[in-house]
């Protein structure tokens, strides 16, 4: 699976076009998401539901739930540094799970929870020789 990752653009078939992480409020999912990482959120109170935009796809949406469950699709967001992305992770809020670990040949990762307990991981590729 993480084989085929490249540092530029990683593209391949049936891509992932839209994710929807469950929180229980949208105006703090705006903060945390925006403040870590950067993205860009746009509230749709009419829907209970807050889109986002990462600068690249896919988007996706948070939607409004009254719990957030543990469990289920665990996706990775690529950064450059791990180790910086998981400290201001904690100051926002979130929790490490997994510190960075090497996935041999291919690259790193981690996985934290956010502040309403969704666990997400992070991925950095290993930089090819050239």
């Not at 705006?30 to 959120?41: A, C, H, I, P």
């Not at 910086?84 to 926002?92: G, P, S, T, V, W």
């Not at 490490?96 to 670990?101: D, F, G, P």
Request: net charge neutral; proline share 6%.
């Amino acid at each position: 699976m993480w084989s085929s990752l490249k540092p530029e653009v990683m593209i391949v078939g049936n891509p992932i076009v839209h994710l929807e992480i469950p929180v229980t409020d949208l105006s703090k999912a705006r903060e945390f998401y925006s403040k870590v990482f950067g993205w860009k959120v746009d509230l749709v109170p009419h829907m209970d539901y807050a889109l986002f935009e990462t600068g690249t796809p896919p988007g996706g949406g948070f939607n409004k739930v009254d719990k957030v469950k543990a469990g289920g699709c665990l996706f990775y967001i690529s950064v450059v540094d791990i180790e910086q992305k998981l400290k201001e992770i904690e100051r926002a809020g979130g929790k490490t799970v997994r510190k960075k670990t090497e996935i041999p040949q291919m690259g790193w990762d981690a996985t934290f929870t956010d502040v309403f307990g969704n666990e997400l991981g992070l991925f950095t590729p290993m930089q090819k020789s050239r």
